[in-house]
């Protein structure tokens, strides 16, 4: 069984940091493109951060660049969120997805993505 889960999530004061973990199972994905997403409450999903296959690229939004970093470990079959300087408006759930290599559809679309994790929850506190 082929899933992606994420980690990390919690409860953080704003200016805090949390670094959130998607661990893939079922088969290496260190041949896919990976991304997370998030989704605050009544938003839609939106594009957080995307890194290529061998991590020599990487893509932010506006809105978390010079706060997120986007990183993966593929022998370990992990990829990473560190997030700091949080902000109250960063509290969502945070989905990580995975894409084959080639992809060529926009990487910020949520559709280009045939895998996805089940979310986890970051609350950030003003």
């Known amino acids: 069984q082929v899933q992606l889960v994420e980690s990390g999530g919690g409860l953080v004061q704003a200016g805090g940091s949390l670094r959130l973990s998607c661990a893939a199972s079922?088969?290496?994905?260190?041949?896919?493109?990976m991304a997370w997403f998030r989704q605050a409450p009544g938003k839609e999903r939106d594009f957080t951060a995307y890194i290529t296959w061998n991590g020599d690229s990487t893509v932010y939004a506006d809105s978390v660049k010079g706060r997120f970093t986007i990183s993966r470990d593929n022998a370990k079959n992990t990829v990473y969120l560190q997030m700091n300087s949080l902000k109250p408006e960063d509290t969502a759930v945070y989905y990580c997805?995975?894409?084959?290599?080639?992809?060529?559809?926009?990487?910020?679309?949520?559709?280009?993505?045939?895998?996805w994790g089940q979310g986890t929850q970051v609350t950030v506190s003003s």
């Open positions: 079922g088969r290496s994905f260190s041949s896919d493109a």
């Open positions: 997805a995975a894409r084959p290599t080639y992809y060529s559809g926009p990487y910020y679309s949520g559709r280009e993505y045939n895998y």
